[in-house]
């Protein structure tokens, strides 16, 4: 599902930067990504979801080189493609959750938002604890509320390759565990594989792989 060859980036000179000789991700796959604050996962899924571009190297995404795609086409590809939980969930506050929720088929014109997308909207959202609350806007849901908006929109197009970056974070520990059997159930669902930036030790064993960041950090140019 994804395959990373030769990656390096950099945040311009002096600034951090990242180094992947070779990374795998299996379809249907579950992985979780851990390492020290700082150390580069999240701009790991961001490189992964097209958001930001690569120095060198090739990133493929379902057959896909996104690192080769136009600006316009790497944005189509990730919101029909991929379903990513920021890590800030980057909700809208002039929608409502249930529009936030349906966001992906507001910008991209290959999904239609139709009935059963609507139904798969709602029955996320109940199945998060947050059915109750689909007319309300981010501002006014707490931050445990937003992030389970956050992951629904994710999950609403059944893509392929879910991205997580601390989904659970904000959770109490039921809760995580909840969110996570949801995350799970979605992607064996749709057989989406599923990348995840974690620091629940506790939820570790219930990924295929994890994957320590330590090792990717490369020496700053000189
Ligand atoms: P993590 O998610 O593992 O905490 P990040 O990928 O967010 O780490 O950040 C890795 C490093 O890159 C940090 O040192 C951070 O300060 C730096 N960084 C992140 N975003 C930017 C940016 N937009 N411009 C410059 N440096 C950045
Ligand atoms: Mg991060």
Do not use: W
Not at 46 to 75: C, F, K, M, Y
């Amino acid at each position: 599902m994804v395959h990373i060859e030769n990656l390096t980036f950099g945040y311009g000179a002096g600034g951090f930067r990242l180094r992947v000789p070779e990374f795998t991700l299996a379809e249907g796959e579950r992985v979780a990504v851990v390492g020290p604050s700082g150390s580069g996962k999240t701009t790991l899924l961001n490189l992964i979801a097209g958001i930001l571009t690569p120095e060198a190297g090739r990133i493929d995404v379902a057959g896909t080189e996104v690192s080769g795609l136009s600006d316009a086409r790497r944005r189509r590809f990730r919101a029909s493609r991929i379903g990513f939980v920021f890590q800030d969930f980057a909700l809208l506050d002039y929608l409502s959750a249930r529009q936030n929720i349906c966001y992906p088929y507001r910008i991209t014109p290959a999904l239609t938002l139709d009935k059963e997308a609507r139904e798969r909207a709602e029955s996320l959202a109940a199945a998060c604890g947050i059915g109750d609350k689909l007319d309300r806007h981010p501002s006014e849901l707490s931050q445990g509320e937003q992030q389970r908006v956050a992951i629904c929109r994710a999950l609403v197009t059944q893509p392929g390759l879910i991205l997580s970056d601390e989904a659970t974070g904000n959770l109490d520990p039921d809760s995580k565990a909840r969110i996570l059997d949801l995350l799970f159930e979605q992607a064996a669902l749709a057989g989406a594989a599923v990348l995840a930036v974690t620091h629940d030790h506790e939820l570790l064993p219930r990924f295929e792989r994890v994957l320590d960041f330590a090792q990717f950090r490369a020496a700053p140019e000189t």
